[in-house]
């Protein structure tokens, strides 16, 4: 085993709003060297790292949009987000809770900040990901997985901390959702001073998001809060060290290496499979969802 080096830290470019409620940094696709295929199969990550909202009667975030050929991943750190999507999938997801929508062949979908929550406002902090599918599930059936945090498999490392998987493996522990290529997602929630080890495929795209505190990875990269950690594709083993209570989202993905044509909220394979999408969201066939 050898050691998965860094690549580049790269710290959160300028936030933007998504609707009115989400205000995030794009690492995926629009940072220096992140573009959709550099982390395949994860081709866009929005982070909103911690906003301060002010109460709102009317809940705030964005309206009816589709999807089609890839899966929505929204990780709640703080606040709680309300979705729901044409497939009838849908719920409220809250602090540490993970929604692993598959729009697949295509859903309309709205997500909101939670209507109690939203009255009282407060300190939001969410990650967004999309995750490729391959072709020969593009066109599959859309799915909904609901993943409360209770149902998240925790790995006890004594005074360093614990990790809580969402996906995929960690030691010979493994996480509840269910992915269609190989997918490790995780987070880790090291104390002060506390140390993991990872191990991951050398061709996994693997990187990592501080979402809070200070980490030292490999023993000589520091990487601050709302900074992002790509890893080169060499190597398999890496450590993360904690400098005050961190958490760290680390995602490692088995690139399914296909064409990737993205358009908007549609990400084929094709030119001739984006015309397709258009031409069935403008003819009804993603269903129906109130506004
Ligand atoms: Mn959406």
Request: no cysteine; charged share 20%.
């Amino acid at each position: 085993m050898t050691t998965k080096k860094v690549e580049i830290v790269i710290p959160p470019k300028a936030a933007h709003f998504v609707g009115d409620g989400f205000r995030v940094h794009n690492f995926i696709p629009s940072v220096q060297k992140l573009d959709m295929k550099r982390m395949d199969p994860f081709i866009m990550l929005d982070y909103n790292s911690k906003f301060h909202f002010n109460p709102s009667e009317t809940p705030k975030g964005v309206g009816v949009h589709p999807h089609r050929g890839f899966e929505t991943v929204t990780i709640a750190y703080q606040g709680k987000v309300e979705h729901h999507d044409s497939a009838g999938g849908g719920g409220i997801i809250g602090e540490g809770d993970v929604q692993w929508m598959t729009a697949a062949s295509g859903v309309l979908h709205k997500e909101y900040h939670e209507k109690e929550w939203s009255k009282q406002g407060g300190i939001f902090q969410m990650v967004q990901l999309w995750v490729n599918l391959p072709a020969k599930d593009k066109m599959s059936k859309p799915k909904y997985q609901a993943i409360s945090n209770s149902e998240m498999k925790k790995v006890d490392l004594g005074e360093n901390g614990f990790v809580e998987i969402i996906a995929g493996n960690f030691e010979e522990n493994k996480g509840p959702a269910s992915t269609f290529t190989p997918i490790n997602m995780m987070n880790a929630k090291l104390k002060s001073g506390g140390k993991a080890e990872f191990n991951f495929p050398a061709n996994f795209n693997t990187a990592a998001l501080v979402i809070e505190g200070n980490i030292i990875v490999n023993g000589e990269e520091k990487a601050a809060s709302d900074n992002f950690v790509l890893f080169q594709n060499e190597g398999e083993s890496f450590t993360i060290e904690a400098t005050e209570n961190s958490i760290v989202l680390i995602i490692s993905g088995e690139p399914i290496n296909e064409p990737i044509f993205p358009h908007g909220p549609f990400v084929m394979n094709s030119r001739e499979e984006i015309m397709q999408a258009f031409e069935d969201f403008n003819t009804g066939k993603f269903g129906y969802l109130e506004d």
